[in-house]
């Protein structure tokens, strides 16, 4: 191999082995401006999209030590990579709606650590809340208990005291009323 093809494939698998996904794309009949837009969107959200030649795909992926990608690696291929903080979801929501927007865009296969991803788990991930919202899902779950255990506590010392105060309520009728002095 050339050492210009043995750099890039270097820089490849650099770029796959250090992001937390993968995902691979065909972006047959996207335009520059396409690209463009999509590159755009992905940035939001830590993500870069970069076309990569098939074969020097496959190269990376067995550099990083990722399973084959058997018969995705055909056609007009795009390399979607993320930074440490990025998340799949996100990243994912972005090439649905993308792809819904365009309809061009078709994701490939996807890795997400050494798993493979096929194109309708990738979408069950687009379907996912981001990691901030399941966050205070988790919160508000965690919160619900203590607050019903706080009323459930709460509520025998109430109704001691209602007891309590209906008690005094009675005997205080059933004694008589003092004269009045005259």
């Keep these: 191999m050339r050492p210009e093809k043995s ?61 084959k990608a058997n018969g995705s690696l055909t056609g007009m291929t795009a390399l979607v990579v993320g930074k440490t903080q990025s998340e799949i979801t996100a990243v994912a929501k972005i090439l649905k709606q993308f792809a819904k927007d365009t309809e061009r865009l078709k994701v490939k296969l996807g890795y997400m650590g050494a798993e493979v991803l096929q194109p309708a788990q990738i979408a069950v991930l687009a379907d996912l809340p981001s990691r901030d919202v399941l966050r205070a899902q988790l919160i508000g779950l965690l919160q619900t208990p203590a607050t019903r255990l706080a009323v459930v506590l709460a509520a025998p010392a109430g109704q001691v005291a209602r007891v309590l105060k209906a008690r005094a309520d009675k005997l205080g009728e059933a004694q008589p009323a003092p004269a009045a002095a005259a």
Excluded: I
Aim: hydrophobic content about 40%; some cysteine.
């Design 7 to 67: 750099q890039m494939v270097e820089e490849l698998s650099r770029q796959v082995g250090g992001s937390p996904y993968v995902l691979l794309t065909d972006y047959t009949g996207l335009t520059v401006q396409h690209f463009s837009e999509l590159r755009k969107r992905l940035a939001g959200a830590a993500a870069e999209c970069h076309v990569v030649k098939n074969s020097l795909m496959q190269r990376a992926l067995e550099a990083a030590k990722l399973p």
